[in-house]
């Protein structure tokens, strides 16, 4: 019987499940869309293992859960390793390139950039605010189009001409994007210069003053589009590295933590088993009043009963679950405080002050036009150049009518 190891991926937009073995080959892999039901698409997914990987000669030996749906799916699967994306990219990462230094994820509804010193995150950055670049907008600009978006970057490479689109946000990349349209840009053309802008607008949210080092990894969804792979290597002018599995790489290094706690610890693991599958799942939602937090605290109802608890930051409505019919709630008190922490600590990576993106975005409108000026200029300092050129050549040509 030989040990697997299940790494469990939830995002907004995508739901990604992989298992590897003890020497982190990757055995079953699972990318689907995230249709708004998680608890539902897991349970889909781990009746896809069990159709595809004969489990006479596997077991489950370690559950690792990560993305920003982590907290509620640990407690339904019992996962024995839950981390944010950073973390789970991070592993990954440097599993498979050991010298990586910098690393580019983008996903379906946010962009994540990832220093890398000796195999550890060391820096990262967030972009939240605007939604620009991400998979979602480029699903939506490709259908805009009537392009399937598996095309989008192929076709970018086709282009024949250079076109500058605005891509500091959503609104500004799609009304520039139209009015390049109107001007008669070829679809190529404009699908470059929005892959461009939205590469710009990753370094100048992101990067910043960072300096880059090492080899470049590009990971996530997008990454399978060549022409942001392109745009980033004509930006930083060096090679960029697109895994085989960039769109599971979240769900495989948290998979490989969750190896590793359980070699550390020598415990074993805490999932619940592939009979869940079977199960009927509720979730409801109510607001506790019991102190000034207001905590939304969700329940996980399994046929008739609480199986589980997240959101409440003191962790007492999880402790309640503790009863002679209901043991497996212990495992959840010991976890629920320590995973109640680190959500709360990580909420502040997704939390948008409305302040500030009101002034983020006064920022990118001003920078917008700052970049709109600067084009303008220089085309008016080529057109005084080529006039002049013109008047040159004339006075010239005038000349030697008279020699």
């Known amino acids: ?15 990604n499940i992989v298992a590897v073995d003890e020497d982190n080959r990757l055995v079953f892999k699972l990318y689907t869309r995230n249709s708004g039901s998680p608890i539902d698409l897991v349970k889909e997914g781990l009746k896809d293992f069990k159709d595809e990987v004969d489990l006479a000669n596997y077991e489950i030996s370690g559950v690792g859960v990560t993305g920003s749906g982590r907290q509620l799916i640990a407690y339904v699967l019992g996962a024995d390793t839950v ?11 440097t599993y498979y390139y050991p010298d990586a230094g910098t690393i580019f994820e983008i996903g379906g509804q946010d962009s994540k950039l990832i220093i890398v010193e ?9 972009n939240t605010v605007c939604a620009a670049g991400t998979g979602s907008f480029l699903d939506h600009q490709a259908e805009r189009l009537g392009i399937q978006i598996e ?19 959503t609104v500004f990349a799609e009304s520039d994007m139209i009015s390049k349209q109107q001007y008669g840009f070829t679809k190529p053309e404009i699908i470059k210069g929005l892959s461009e802008a939205l590469v710009r607008n990753y370094m100048n949210n992101l990067v910043r003053n960072r300096v880059l080092e090492g080899k470049f990894i590009f990971q996530g969804g997008v990454a399978a589009n060549i022409g942001i792979k392109s745009a980033f290597e004509e930006e930083i002018e060096a090679e960029v ?17 969750a190896k590793r706690d359980i070699k550390r610890s020598g415990e074993k693991t805490n999932f619940r088993g592939f009979d869940l599958t079977e199960e009927k799942f509720e979730t409801i939602s109510f607001e506790c009043e019991d102190c000034a937090n207001n905590c939304e605290v969700i329940k996980v109802i399994a046929d008739g009963r609480v199986i589980a608890v997240t959101g409440d930051r003191c962790g007492k409505w999880a402790a309640s679950l503790i009863t002679a019919q209901n043991p497996a709630a212990a495992d959840m008190k010991e976890s629920s405080q320590k995973q109640e922490a680190e959500a709360e600590e990580e909420t502040n990576l997704y939390k948008v002050d409305p302040e500030k993106e009101k002034q983020v975005m006064r920022e990118l409108e001003e920078l917008e036009l700052e970049d709109e000026k600067k084009e303008e200029e220089k085309a008016a300092e080529e057109a005084e150049i ?12 005038d000349d030697n009518v008279y020699v």
């Open 386 to 397: 080529a006039q002049k050129s013109e008047a040159a050549d004339s006075d010239e040509k």
């Open 118 to 126: 000796d195999g550890i995150a060391v820096d990262f950055a967030m």
């Open 83 to 93: 981390k944010n994306e950073i973390t789970a990219h991070a592993r990954a990462s």
């Open 151 to 169: 095309e989008f970057g192929s076709l970018a490479l086709e282009a024949e001409r250079d076109v500058r689109i605005a891509g500091r946000c």
């Open 1 to 15: 019987m030989q040990n697997l190891y299940l790494g469990v991926d939830i995002g907004s937009v995508s739901i």
């Open 241 to 257: 590295i697109v895994p085989e599995h960039h769109d599971v790489m979240g769900a495989i290094g948290i998979a490989m933590l």
